[in-house]
Protein backbone atom coordinates (compact mmCIF):
# COMPACT_ATOMS: atom_id res chain seq x y z
CA UNK A 1 0.00 0.00 0.00
CA UNK A 2 1.27 3.65 -0.62
CA UNK A 3 -0.04 6.18 1.02
CA UNK A 4 1.14 10.08 0.09
CA UNK A 5 -0.81 11.29 2.92
CA UNK A 6 0.99 13.30 6.13
CA UNK A 7 -0.07 12.04 9.43
CA UNK A 8 -2.42 14.25 11.82
CA UNK A 9 1.15 15.15 13.51
CA UNK A 10 2.79 16.01 10.62
CA UNK A 11 0.39 18.33 9.06
CA UNK A 12 0.35 20.06 12.34
CA UNK A 13 3.67 20.72 12.32
CA UNK A 14 3.21 21.62 8.57
CA UNK A 15 1.24 24.04 9.71
CA UNK A 16 3.14 25.58 12.51
CA UNK A 17 5.94 25.63 10.57
CA UNK A 18 4.31 27.46 8.09
CA UNK A 19 3.22 30.15 10.23
CA UNK A 20 6.07 30.55 11.86
CA UNK A 21 7.70 31.62 8.87
CA UNK A 22 4.94 33.66 8.00
CA UNK A 23 4.68 35.89 11.07
CA UNK A 24 8.55 35.64 12.20
CA UNK A 25 10.91 35.19 9.18
CA UNK A 26 9.47 36.64 6.45
CA UNK A 27 9.45 40.11 8.05
CA UNK A 28 13.02 39.33 9.41
CA UNK A 29 14.14 38.34 5.61
CA UNK A 30 15.01 41.40 3.87
CA UNK A 31 17.13 43.15 6.76
CA UNK A 32 19.35 40.02 7.51
CA UNK A 33 19.50 39.97 3.60
CA UNK A 34 20.89 43.54 4.04
CA UNK A 35 23.03 43.33 6.71
CA UNK A 36 24.46 39.84 6.93
CA UNK A 37 23.20 39.49 10.33
CA UNK A 38 22.74 36.32 12.22
CA UNK A 39 19.26 35.47 13.38
CA UNK A 40 19.83 35.02 17.02
CA UNK A 41 16.40 35.99 17.82
CA UNK A 42 15.06 34.41 15.57
CA UNK A 43 16.43 31.02 16.70
CA UNK A 44 15.82 31.42 19.89
CA UNK A 45 11.96 31.57 19.19
CA UNK A 46 12.44 28.42 16.54
CA UNK A 47 13.55 26.52 19.62
CA UNK A 48 11.18 27.24 21.79
CA UNK A 49 8.63 26.03 19.22
CA UNK A 50 10.33 22.77 18.93
CA UNK A 51 12.26 23.82 15.09
CA UNK A 52 15.49 24.03 16.19
CA UNK A 53 17.43 20.81 17.09
CA UNK A 54 14.10 18.61 16.73
CA UNK A 55 15.75 15.55 15.20
CA UNK A 56 18.20 15.31 19.07
CA UNK A 57 16.32 11.59 20.59
CA UNK A 58 14.17 11.95 23.72
CA UNK A 59 16.68 10.46 25.82
CA UNK A 60 18.53 13.51 25.20
CA UNK A 61 15.86 15.64 25.75
CA UNK A 62 14.72 16.18 22.07
CA UNK A 63 11.62 16.28 20.43
CA UNK A 64 13.25 13.07 17.70
CA UNK A 65 11.63 13.95 14.48
CA UNK A 66 12.24 12.01 11.73
CA UNK A 67 13.81 13.29 8.59
CA UNK A 68 10.74 13.93 7.05
CA UNK A 69 9.57 16.03 9.59
CA UNK A 70 12.57 18.11 9.74
CA UNK A 71 12.27 18.36 5.48
CA UNK A 72 8.49 19.83 6.29
CA UNK A 73 10.16 22.63 8.44
CA UNK A 74 13.26 23.35 6.48
CA UNK A 75 10.81 23.77 3.32
CA UNK A 76 8.04 26.16 5.41
CA UNK A 77 11.16 28.31 6.83
CA UNK A 78 13.21 28.35 3.46
CA UNK A 79 9.96 29.53 1.41
CA UNK A 80 10.61 32.73 3.62
CA UNK A 81 14.17 32.78 4.04
CA UNK A 82 16.61 30.25 2.98
CA UNK A 83 19.81 32.27 4.61
CA UNK A 84 17.80 32.24 8.10
CA UNK A 85 16.54 28.24 7.58
CA UNK A 86 20.40 27.15 6.62
CA UNK A 87 21.46 29.26 9.79
CA UNK A 88 19.28 27.05 11.65
CA UNK A 89 19.53 23.70 9.87
CA UNK A 90 23.43 23.88 10.09
CA UNK A 91 23.25 22.64 13.18
CA UNK A 92 21.34 18.93 11.71
CA UNK A 93 24.82 19.10 9.41
CA UNK A 94 27.10 19.21 12.41
CA UNK A 95 25.11 16.70 15.14
CA UNK A 96 25.03 14.44 12.20
CA UNK A 97 27.42 12.57 12.97
CA UNK A 98 27.55 11.97 16.75
CA UNK A 99 24.02 11.00 16.36
CA UNK A 100 25.52 8.29 14.13
CA UNK A 101 28.49 7.14 15.82
CA UNK A 102 28.69 8.68 19.09
CA UNK A 103 28.80 7.11 22.50
CA UNK A 104 26.43 8.26 25.16
CA UNK A 105 28.77 10.05 27.17
CA UNK A 106 29.33 12.02 23.63
CA UNK A 107 26.07 12.88 23.17
CA UNK A 108 24.70 13.38 26.58
CA UNK A 109 27.89 16.42 26.34
CA UNK A 110 27.39 17.75 23.23
CA UNK A 111 23.87 16.76 22.10
CA UNK A 112 21.79 17.24 25.54
CA UNK A 113 23.17 20.57 26.34
CA UNK A 114 21.81 21.85 22.77
CA UNK A 115 18.30 21.13 23.67
CA UNK A 116 18.36 22.79 27.29
CA UNK A 117 19.18 26.18 25.53
CA UNK A 118 19.37 27.78 22.07
CA UNK A 119 22.82 26.61 20.56
CA UNK A 120 24.83 26.24 17.53
CA UNK A 121 27.35 23.48 15.88
CA UNK A 122 29.30 23.54 12.37
CA UNK A 123 30.47 20.44 10.38
CA UNK A 124 33.90 21.50 9.55
CA UNK A 125 35.33 19.51 6.82
CA UNK A 126 35.31 21.53 3.40
CA UNK A 127 39.35 23.26 2.99
CA UNK A 128 40.88 25.15 0.47
CA UNK A 129 42.08 22.33 -1.47
CA UNK A 130 39.71 19.67 -0.23
CA UNK A 131 36.19 20.03 -0.70
CA UNK A 132 34.33 17.01 -2.57
CA UNK A 133 37.76 15.14 -2.42
CA UNK A 134 38.41 14.36 1.22
CA UNK A 135 41.56 12.43 -0.24
CA UNK A 136 43.10 15.90 -0.33
CA UNK A 137 42.47 16.67 3.49
CA UNK A 138 45.53 18.29 4.79
CA UNK A 139 44.11 18.74 8.25
CA UNK A 140 46.30 16.50 10.86
CA UNK A 141 44.93 14.82 14.38
CA UNK A 142 48.42 13.85 16.16
CA UNK A 143 48.54 11.81 18.90
CA UNK A 144 51.03 12.72 21.70
CA UNK A 145 49.90 10.83 24.32
CA UNK A 146 46.84 7.99 25.38
CA UNK A 147 44.53 10.88 26.61
CA UNK A 148 45.18 13.57 23.64
CA UNK A 149 45.46 14.47 20.17
CA UNK A 150 46.64 17.77 18.66
CA UNK A 151 44.77 19.47 15.64
CA UNK A 152 46.44 21.63 13.50
CA UNK A 153 44.88 22.73 9.59
CA UNK A 154 42.38 25.68 8.31
CA UNK A 155 38.65 24.73 7.10
CA UNK A 156 37.14 26.82 4.89
CA UNK A 157 33.29 27.94 3.97
CA UNK A 158 32.42 26.01 7.47
CA UNK A 159 28.25 27.17 7.66
CA UNK A 160 27.61 28.37 11.21
CA UNK A 161 31.22 28.23 12.22
CA UNK A 162 31.35 31.95 13.81
CA UNK A 163 28.81 30.80 16.25
CA UNK A 164 29.06 27.34 16.37
CA UNK A 165 29.64 26.47 20.15
CA UNK A 166 31.41 23.24 18.77
CA UNK A 167 32.80 21.51 15.73
CA UNK A 168 33.01 17.86 13.88
CA UNK A 169 36.34 18.10 12.58
CA UNK A 170 37.54 15.71 9.86
CA UNK A 171 41.26 15.21 9.99
CA UNK A 172 43.97 12.88 9.15
CA UNK A 173 45.67 10.48 11.79
CA UNK A 174 48.22 7.98 11.07
CA UNK A 175 45.37 5.39 10.16
CA UNK A 176 43.53 7.81 7.84
CA UNK A 177 40.83 10.69 8.15
CA UNK A 178 38.88 10.57 11.42
CA UNK A 179 36.20 12.37 13.20
CA UNK A 180 36.55 14.71 16.27
CA UNK A 181 34.43 17.16 18.41
CA UNK A 182 36.20 20.23 18.95
CA UNK A 183 34.99 22.82 21.39
CA UNK A 184 35.10 25.84 19.63
CA UNK A 185 36.54 27.89 22.85
CA UNK A 186 39.36 25.54 23.12
CA UNK A 187 43.36 27.40 22.80
CA UNK A 188 44.42 27.44 19.55
CA UNK A 189 40.95 27.63 17.01
CA UNK A 190 40.70 30.88 15.22
CA UNK A 191 37.65 32.04 13.51
CA UNK A 192 37.92 34.26 10.28
CA UNK A 193 35.34 36.93 9.92
CA UNK A 194 32.02 36.48 8.04
CA UNK A 195 32.28 35.90 4.34
CA UNK A 196 30.45 37.95 2.16
CA UNK A 197 28.98 35.67 -0.15
CA UNK A 198 26.29 36.08 -3.12
CA UNK A 199 23.13 34.87 -1.10
CA UNK A 200 21.96 33.30 1.62
CA UNK A 201 23.73 36.51 3.73
CA UNK A 202 21.97 35.73 7.34
CA UNK A 203 24.14 32.52 7.13
CA UNK A 204 27.15 32.81 8.73
CA UNK A 205 30.21 31.12 6.84
CA UNK A 206 33.38 31.79 8.05
CA UNK A 207 37.55 30.17 7.95
CA UNK A 208 38.06 28.31 10.89
CA UNK A 209 42.29 27.76 11.58
CA UNK A 210 43.13 24.84 13.94
CA UNK A 211 46.75 25.72 15.47
CA UNK A 212 47.73 23.42 17.99
CA UNK A 213 44.21 22.72 19.37
CA UNK A 214 44.48 20.01 22.32
CA UNK A 215 41.63 18.03 21.72
CA UNK A 216 40.50 14.60 24.59
CA UNK A 217 41.12 11.59 23.20
CA UNK A 218 37.57 10.83 24.25
CA UNK A 219 36.31 13.28 21.19
CA UNK A 220 37.27 10.42 18.62
CA UNK A 221 34.30 9.49 16.81
CA UNK A 222 34.11 5.66 16.46
CA UNK A 223 37.89 4.89 15.51
CA UNK A 224 40.67 6.39 14.07
CA UNK A 225 40.36 5.48 9.86
CA UNK A 226 36.48 6.03 10.29
CA UNK A 227 35.66 9.55 9.59
CA UNK A 228 35.02 9.46 5.85
CA UNK A 229 32.73 7.03 6.95
CA UNK A 230 30.53 8.66 9.21
CA UNK A 231 30.71 11.80 7.31
CA UNK A 232 28.99 9.94 4.06
CA UNK A 233 26.56 8.49 6.26
CA UNK A 234 26.00 12.01 7.28
CA UNK A 235 24.80 12.84 4.16
CA UNK A 236 22.35 10.46 3.79
CA UNK A 237 20.30 12.59 6.48
CA UNK A 238 21.39 15.89 5.74
CA UNK A 239 20.84 15.94 1.75
CA UNK A 240 16.84 15.24 2.28
CA UNK A 241 17.16 18.75 4.41
CA UNK A 242 19.04 20.87 2.15
CA UNK A 243 16.66 19.71 -0.62
CA UNK A 244 13.55 20.37 0.96
CA UNK A 245 15.02 23.89 1.72
CA UNK A 246 15.30 24.47 -2.00
CA UNK A 247 12.59 23.08 -2.84
CA UNK A 248 10.85 25.95 -0.22
CA UNK A 249 12.89 28.65 -2.14
CA UNK A 250 11.35 27.03 -5.99
CA UNK A 251 8.29 26.80 -3.94
CA UNK A 252 8.11 30.95 -2.77
CA UNK A 253 9.17 31.41 -6.79
CA UNK A 254 6.53 29.94 -7.94
CA UNK A 255 4.24 31.69 -5.87
CA UNK A 256 5.80 35.29 -6.30
CA UNK A 257 5.88 34.69 -10.07
CA UNK A 258 2.09 33.42 -10.27
CA UNK A 259 0.76 36.12 -8.19
CA UNK A 260 2.44 38.52 -10.68
CA UNK A 261 1.32 36.72 -14.06
CA UNK A 262 -2.00 37.18 -12.27
CA UNK A 263 -2.42 40.90 -11.97
CA UNK A 264 -0.26 41.80 -14.37
CA UNK A 265 -1.90 42.87 -17.72
CA UNK A 266 0.21 43.48 -21.08
CA UNK A 267 -1.92 44.43 -24.53
CA UNK A 268 -5.36 44.54 -21.94
CA UNK A 269 -5.03 40.83 -21.03
CA UNK A 270 -3.49 39.44 -17.86
CA UNK A 271 0.30 37.80 -18.94
CA UNK A 272 -0.63 34.45 -17.24
CA UNK A 273 -3.03 33.69 -20.28
CA UNK A 274 -0.14 34.14 -22.47
CA UNK A 275 1.51 30.52 -23.03
CA UNK A 276 4.89 31.94 -23.04
CA UNK A 277 4.84 32.92 -19.62
CA UNK A 278 2.05 30.22 -18.70
CA UNK A 279 3.82 27.02 -19.81
CA UNK A 280 6.72 28.67 -17.75
CA UNK A 281 4.72 28.72 -14.35
CA UNK A 282 3.24 24.90 -15.17
CA UNK A 283 6.98 23.81 -15.83
CA UNK A 284 7.36 25.34 -12.24
CA UNK A 285 4.95 23.61 -10.82
CA UNK A 286 5.53 20.33 -12.34
CA UNK A 287 9.08 20.69 -10.95
CA UNK A 288 8.36 21.99 -7.31
CA UNK A 289 5.68 18.81 -6.78
CA UNK A 290 8.62 16.51 -8.55
CA UNK A 291 11.51 17.75 -6.09
CA UNK A 292 8.97 17.24 -2.78
CA UNK A 293 8.46 13.82 -4.01
CA UNK A 294 12.20 12.66 -4.36
CA UNK A 295 13.11 14.60 -1.50
CA UNK A 296 10.20 13.53 0.92
CA UNK A 297 10.66 9.52 -0.11
CA UNK A 298 14.58 9.65 0.78
CA UNK A 299 13.73 10.95 3.79
CA UNK A 300 11.00 8.30 4.72
CA UNK A 301 13.52 5.74 3.80
CA UNK A 302 16.31 7.30 6.06
CA UNK A 303 13.47 6.79 8.78
CA UNK A 304 12.79 3.62 8.11
CA UNK A 305 16.20 2.39 7.90
CA UNK A 306 16.50 1.84 4.10
CA UNK A 307 19.41 2.55 2.28
CA UNK A 308 18.71 6.14 0.81
CA UNK A 309 22.23 7.34 -0.43
CA UNK A 310 21.19 7.14 -3.92
CA UNK A 311 17.67 8.53 -3.26
CA UNK A 312 19.58 11.71 -1.05
CA UNK A 313 21.71 12.60 -4.24
CA UNK A 314 18.74 12.46 -6.47
CA UNK A 315 17.14 14.67 -4.42
CA UNK A 316 19.45 17.37 -3.57
CA UNK A 317 20.74 17.43 -6.94
CA UNK A 318 17.08 17.52 -8.73
CA UNK A 319 15.83 19.86 -5.87
CA UNK A 320 19.36 22.28 -6.25
CA UNK A 321 19.41 22.24 -10.04
CA UNK A 322 15.76 22.92 -10.61
CA UNK A 323 15.13 25.74 -7.56
CA UNK A 324 18.19 27.52 -9.32
CA UNK A 325 16.15 27.73 -12.83
CA UNK A 326 13.06 28.35 -11.22
CA UNK A 327 14.31 31.30 -10.03
CA UNK A 328 15.60 32.87 -13.10
CA UNK A 329 12.22 31.73 -15.01
CA UNK A 330 9.99 33.83 -11.87
CA UNK A 331 12.63 36.84 -12.29
CA UNK A 332 11.65 36.49 -16.25
CA UNK A 333 8.13 36.05 -15.85
CA UNK A 334 8.32 39.53 -13.29
CA UNK A 335 10.73 41.28 -16.32
CA UNK A 336 11.70 44.49 -14.42
CA UNK A 337 9.70 43.89 -10.98
CA UNK A 338 12.07 40.51 -10.17
CA UNK A 339 14.89 42.40 -10.80
CA UNK A 340 14.21 45.30 -8.03
CA UNK A 341 15.16 45.07 -4.82
CA UNK A 342 11.83 46.03 -4.13
CA UNK A 343 9.98 42.28 -4.24
CA UNK A 344 12.25 39.51 -2.73
CA UNK A 345 12.45 37.77 -6.24
CA UNK A 346 15.89 38.89 -6.82
CA UNK A 347 16.98 37.67 -3.46
CA UNK A 348 15.58 34.23 -4.04
CA UNK A 349 17.56 34.17 -7.48
CA UNK A 350 20.74 34.78 -5.39
CA UNK A 351 19.86 32.87 -2.28
CA UNK A 352 19.15 29.88 -4.93
CA UNK A 353 22.37 29.20 -6.14
CA UNK A 354 24.72 28.03 -3.11
CA UNK A 355 22.13 24.81 -3.37
CA UNK A 356 24.06 23.69 -6.24
CA UNK A 357 27.59 23.84 -4.41
CA UNK A 358 27.65 22.99 -0.67
CA UNK A 359 26.70 19.72 0.77
CA UNK A 360 28.09 17.98 -2.50
CA UNK A 361 28.01 19.98 -5.53
CA UNK A 362 25.24 18.68 -8.11
CA UNK A 363 28.08 17.27 -10.52
CA UNK A 364 28.94 15.05 -7.52
CA UNK A 365 25.66 14.03 -6.62
CA UNK A 366 25.41 12.94 -10.27
CA UNK A 367 28.87 10.71 -9.72
CA UNK A 368 27.13 9.31 -6.53
CA UNK A 369 23.70 8.41 -8.46
CA UNK A 370 25.67 6.52 -11.20
CA UNK A 371 27.75 4.78 -8.67
CA UNK A 372 24.81 3.32 -7.55
CA UNK A 373 23.94 2.43 -11.00
CA UNK A 374 26.74 0.80 -11.55
CA UNK A 375 26.37 -1.42 -8.92
CA UNK A 376 22.97 -2.73 -9.77
CA UNK A 377 20.27 -0.50 -8.03
Partial sequence: MID???????LDLQKRARQFAKDVVAPAAAEHDRTGEFPFEIAKQAWKEGFLNSHIPKEYG???????????????????????????????LAQGPVLIAGNDDQKRRYLQTMTEKPMFASYAVTE????????????????????????NGLKWW??????????????????????????ADSPGIIRGPKE????????NTVRVAFEDVHVPAKNLLWKEGDGFKIAMKTFDYSRPLVAAAAVGVARAALQH????????????KKIIKYQGVSFKLVDMAMHVETARLITWKSAWLYDNGLPNTKES????????????????????????????????????????????????T??????????????GR
Wanted: aromatic share 8%; glycine share 8%; proline share 2%.
Fill in 158 to 183: ITGGGVASWYFVLARTENGPSGFIVD
Fill in 62 to 92: GHERGSLETCIIAEEISAACSGIGIALDANS
Fill in 313 to 360: AMAKAYAADYCMKATVDAVQIMGGYGYSMEVPMEKLMRDAKIFQIYEG
Fill in 196 to 203: DNLGQHAS
Fill in 128 to 151: PDAGSDVSRLSTTAKKIDDDTYVI
Fill in 4 to 10: FSLTEAQ
Fill in 257 to 268: ATAYARRRKCFN
Fill in 362 to 375: SEIQRTIIVASLMR
